[in-house]
């Protein structure tokens, strides 16, 4: 079974350029998440799909930062413009279901570095 | 809010030594609680999870036992591996299954 893909996997840009990143999850789950991971600092979830509507984005900076799931399979997240406190990890997972008895699949993240 | 918070690292320890790794919580209603291992080069993976008060979750010799009294889900492992090199994280989801906090996680590194 092919785990969660993600690209790029690492991205350099200046602060105020744009930025976008594609996550692909396992084949057949209904649920993905976008995490941010600042170094040092433990995953921040960011966004949380179900198909292809978001079930909680709380915490997603809306004035810079949009996610989209159009067919409820793969996924994008942009930044614009880009803060370098935007510096970090950013995660993809999938879980089959979702909810907190589904196991979450990690993709290896990209690294987006703001200068 | 709802937090998790464990104890900082680095930890080292000599192969076959005991390991703890504290966790302890904030939350509001009834969480799952959850520990993630992230090996050198790879992605989060999950370790072991428990879902109610006084279960105990377990895999691979790793232990943690869902402590409500002491809002506490401590990581622990009899006899460490050089294998067992790793970062760990806490977390935990509401009850609602809709948020996730992870901890900062705890760096570990077993020597020969």
């Known amino acids: 079974e092919a785990g969660v893909a993600q690209s790029p996997r690492y991205k350099i840009i200046e602060k105020r350029q744009s930025v976008a990143f594609w996550c692909n999850p396992i084949s057949g789950h209904a649920t993905l998440y976008w995490y941010q991971q600042i170094l040092g600092q433990g995953p921040k979830l960011l966004i949380q799909?179900?198909?292809?509507?978001?079930?909680?984005d709380s915490q997603l900076p809306k004035d810079r930062f949009s996610a989209e799931r159009l067919k409820g399979v793969d996924s994008t997240l942009k930044i614009q413009p880009a803060k370098l406190e935007d510096s970090a990890v950013y995660l993809c997972a999938s879980s089959s279901v979702g909810g907190t008895l589904d196991e979450q699949y990690f993709g290896p993240g990209t690294r987006l570095t703001v200068t | 809010g709802d937090s998790v918070t464990q104890m900082e690292g680095p930890v080292t320890l000599s192969e076959e030594a005991f390991l703890t790794i504290n966790c302890t919580y904030t939350a509001t209603g009834y969480p799952s609680l959850f520990w993630y291992v992230q090996y050198p080069g790879e992605g989060l993976q999950l370790l072991l999870k428990?879902?109610?008060?006084?279960d105990k979750g377990s895999n691979k010799g790793f232990e943690a036992t869902y402590r409500k009294e002491t809002t506490s889900f401590h990581l622990e492992k009899g006899s460490v591996q050089v294998s067992d090199s790793a970062v760990y994280f806490c977390a935990l989801s509401t009850n609602t299954g809709n948020q996730f906090y992870f901890g900062t996680g705890t760096s570990l590194t077993v020597i020969p």
């Open positions: 799909f179900q198909n292809n509507g978001v079930v909680d």
């Open positions: 428990a879902t109610k008060a006084d």
